[in-house]
């Protein structure tokens, strides 16, 4: 039952070239950088990623990214990072952009053992007709392009049909875990943690605060053990603010 593992390097050890990956976090709120960057280190390529997003320019995902390790992304949002556009734009990327509450239940169907389910989200658009660019050839032409979908009527509504995703491996980060695999996640970093822990066939988790198995509430655990494959201790440190907004403080 012990699933702890001695440092980030050997908890990714065996990830392969071609690999399929979730990858929790939100921005740079609850990302796996550790790992990621353990990962980088390691030297697996021609990755699959699902994430929210791909991280930035030299953090996050976009560590990986910056060194062409990943070869196909799917998500939902890529306005912070200048080099994922580039990749895109020129051919060196194939791109799955799906509705943020889309991809959520994708992954969780995923984790929860279900096929594919129903959504009226996207229908009479390119997300349920087709065509929608993946990746374009280093002219700007488009060469791959999202099929169509399956769409049916329900109580006099169209929805279509999503298929719920699973991965080879899922990284997440949690505030605070046990020995077992239990997971917290702490306030805002709980956004897709959850979601691919359970999307995961090998589901290899980061925490700030290890325990012992009994010390965490069963009532406030977000992620079961059943889930997790590998824990890692990596501490608090190392995080990231997207965005620094401050305001102008008044005179006393």
């Not at 996050?60 to 992304?73: A, N, P, S």
């Not at 049909?161 to 899922?170: H, S």
């Amino acid at each position: 039952m012990n699933k702890v593992v001695e440092n980030a390097a050997a908890a990714v050890a065996d990830i392969p070239d071609g690999a399929s990956l979730a990858v929790g976090g939100f921005g740079l709120c609850g990302i796996p950088h550790v790992l990621i960057a353990a990962l980088w280190e390691q030297g697996a390529t021609n990755l699959a990623t699902v994430s929210n997003n791909c991280g930035v320019d030299g953090w996050g995902l976009g560590v990986l990214l910056d060194h062409r390790r990943i070869r196909r992304t799917t998500g939902s949002y890529v306005g912070e990072n200048k080099e994922f556009e580039r990749q895109f734009l020129h051919g060196e990327l194939e791109v799955e952009l799906v509705p943020q509450g889309t991809l959520a239940e994708r992954l969780r169907a995923g984790g929860a053992g279900i096929a594919a389910f129903f959504t009226p989200t996207g229908v009479g658009t390119q997300v349920a007709d087709g065509g929608l660019p993946w990746r374009f050839d280093n002219h700007g032409a488009v060469v791959t392009a999202s099929p169509k979908k399956e769409t049916r009527n329900f109580a006099g509504r169209a929805y279509v049909l999503e298929e719920g995703i699973t991965c080879d491996y899922a990284l997440v980060r949690a505030s605070k875990g046990d020995s077992h695999g239990n997971l917290v996640y702490e306030k805002s970093t709980r956004n897709f943690n959850p979601l691919c822990a359970a999307a995961g066939r090998i589901t290899i988790a980061e925490v700030e605060e290890l325990v012992e198995p009994g010390q965490i509430d069963p009532r406030d655990v977000h992620t079961p053990g059943i889930f997790v494959q590998r824990v890692v201790l990596v501490g608090r440190g190392g995080k990231r603010i997207e965005r620094v907004t401050t305001r102008k403080r008044h005179a006393a």
